[in-house]
């Protein structure tokens, strides 16, 4: 979440992926990146080993992430993550973020990723 007084609710959610990968495997960052065509690769500033391939744009998201993930199932925790963040992300196109209970559901969505335990 983005804080700033001219948000109507003062905040603004942000919808993202981050995959981080050890240095050694920079070469499957721009693997994937190249097989998506979308997001960019970042060094982590505290971890100088850490890279990570990120997407926050919602187009880029909604077009080339979710399809490609939702047709290559993820499994475990990282699928119940895929499966909040793709709802978060439809309840901000839907606008449903400009309201109180919205935005109270997707911060309930954003404080049960990298959290959840099961399987797929």
């Known amino acids: ?24 495997d920079l070469s499957m960052l721009i693997a994937i990146q190249n097989h998506l065509v ?5 060094k ?8 990570y391939y990120r997407c926050e744009n919602l187009e ?22 895929f499966e909040s963040m793709t709802e978060a992300l439809k309840m901000i196109r839907a606008k449903e973020h400009l309201t109180h ?5 997707i911060k309930e969505l954003h404080a049960q990723m990298n959290s959840q335990k099961g399987s797929v």
């Open 60 to 81: 880029e998201l909604e077009n080339k992430i979710v399809p490609y993930f939702t047709q290559n199932n993820l499994v475990l925790s990282k699928r119940l993550d």
């Open 1 to 24: 979440m983005e804080n700033k007084s001219s948000y109507k609710l003062g905040v603004r959610p942000r919808v993202s992926i981050s995959l981080p990968q050890d240095k050694r």
């Open 38 to 42: 979308c997001g960019y690769i970042t």
């Open 101 to 105: 209970e919205g935005l109270a559901k």
């Open 44 to 51: 982590d500033s505290g971890n100088r080993k850490v890279w």
